[in-house]
Structure formats: structure tokens, C-alpha cells
């Protein structure tokens, strides 16, 4: 019985170390540094302005959809929805455009490969989000395949150049991210939307889940008994 707690104990630990990588704390730095970066190469500078407009596009969808539940209880409990999940949209807009712009500096044979695998990480962040308790798979689905689109959509419009960027660089981003996953303090995004939708909507208190799915259940018994 100890074995397999600290079994679970290690894997919910992973889970969480994992999951932090779609904060916006940690993601828009990273961005920002690159996007630094791309504008000061010659060339690259429209895929700089097609990323931040298509993720600044996906972010402000994503807002919205927390903003309409927290504020207006418009989710839909049949699929568990409450808004679309920030951290699986961030995590698909924003690592595998990393990954295919660190791919430049790679061997040839490597191109290509830096892409998939930054579409894999973002799917294993965005699966997080579910053993975390933090969103359901309609949250989690919806969120990772709108990022996916603001990433497809970058790389269709902007065509990446291959751009051999300074190893410096790429060290810098990855520790950074590898120490804000293990030392930085907790995110404080979704208390900042919750704040916002009470102001706009004038509620006194969030609305949550669980009146979503009470409401919900009340409603199919109220049908059962008909």
C-alpha cells in the first residue's frame, strides 16, 4: 500500500510540474523573448506580427469564454464545459512555434522533428490539465485545438524561415522555463479573469462548476419524473 501511494504521489507531482509549462506567466516571456528576437532578424518580422495577432486572438477567446461562465453561467454541463482551458491553448500556440524556430540551428536532418515535438509536448500539457482538476476534456480539447489553429494559422500565413539562432539563446529560454516549472509562485491569471467577470457582470460571487452540474441534475430528474 506505501508503494503504490508514493506511486500516486510522484505521478501527481509530475502532472503538476507538467501543467505549469502552459502558465501565461511563464509562456509570454518566452514568447516575448523570441519575438525580440525574430523583429531584430531581417525577415522574420511578419511572423512575429502573424504569431502575437493570432495568439493574442486565441488568448482573448479564451478570456471570453471564462468571462461568459464566471460572469453569466453560460458553460454546458452535458459536456462539463466552463470555458476553454488557457493553459492547453497557450501550450499549442505557443511551444511547438518554439520548437520550430529552435529546429533552425539543428542539422538538416533534424527539421521537421522540432515541430511534432513541440505539438507533443503541448498535447501532454493540455492532458494535464484533466489529472490536475483543473478542467474537463471538452475544456481541455477545446483550448488545445484553438492554440493549434493560432499555430497552424502562423506558420501557414508567415512561413517560418529557418533561422540559426544563437545557442545563448535557446539555453536561456529553456532554463527559464525549467526554473519558473520548478521556483515560480503560482498564477495568478484565473484570479485576475474572476475579478474582471464579477466587475462586468456585477455578480457579488463566481459562478462555478458545481451549480453548473447541480442545476443540471435537478433539471434531468425534474425530466425523469415527467
Known amino acids: 500500500m506505501q508503494a503504490n501511494d508514493n506511486g500516486a504521489d510522484a505521478g ?17 516571456p518566452a514568447m516575448a523573448a523570441m519575438l525580440l528576437f525574430l523583429v531584430w532578424r531581417r525577415g522574420a518580422w511578419r511572423l512575429a506580427i502573424v504569431w502575437l495577432l493570432a495568439t493574442g486572438a486565441a488568448a482573448t477567446l479564451t478570456t471570453l469564454s471564462k468571462i461568459a461562465f464566471i460572469g453569466y453561467g453560460l458553460g454546458y454541463a452535458p459536456w462539463n464545459f466552463t470555458g476553454l482551458s488557457g493553459h492547453a491553448m497557450f501550450a499549442a500556440a505557443v511551444l511547438p512555434i518554439l520548437a520550430r524556430l529552435a529546429e533552425g540551428s539543428l542539422p538538416e536532418a533534424w527539421h521537421g522533428r522540432g515541430l511534432a515535438a513541440g505539438v507533443l509536448l503541448a498535447a501532454l500539457v493540455a492532458a494535464s490539465r484533466v489529472p490536475v ?94
Request: charged share 15%.
Open 12 to 28: 501527481a507531482l509530475l502532472w503538476h510540474l507538467v501543467t505549469r509549462l502552459g502558465e501565461a506567466q511563464l509562456l509570454l
Open 133 to 226: 482538476q483543473a478542467h474537463s476534456w471538452s475544456e481541455v480539447l477545446g483550448g488545445f485545438a484553438l492554440g493549434l489553429l493560432a499555430c497552424a494559422a502562423t506558420l501557414r500565413i508567415a512561413h517560418a524561415p529557418r533561422l540559426r539562432i544563437n545557442p545563448w539563446l535557446l539555453l536561456a529560454l529553456a532554463s527559464g522555463l525549467s526554473l519558473g516549472v520548478v521556483q515560480a509562485p503560482p498564477s495568478r491569471t484565473h484570479d485576475l479573469v474572476t475579478r474582471l467577470s464579477l466587475h462586468l457582470s456585477g455578480r457579488p460571487l463566481p459562478y462555478t462548476r458545481s451549480q453548473m452540474l447541480r442545476a443540471y441534475r435537478l433539471q434531468q430528474g425534474r425530466s425523469l419524473q415527467q
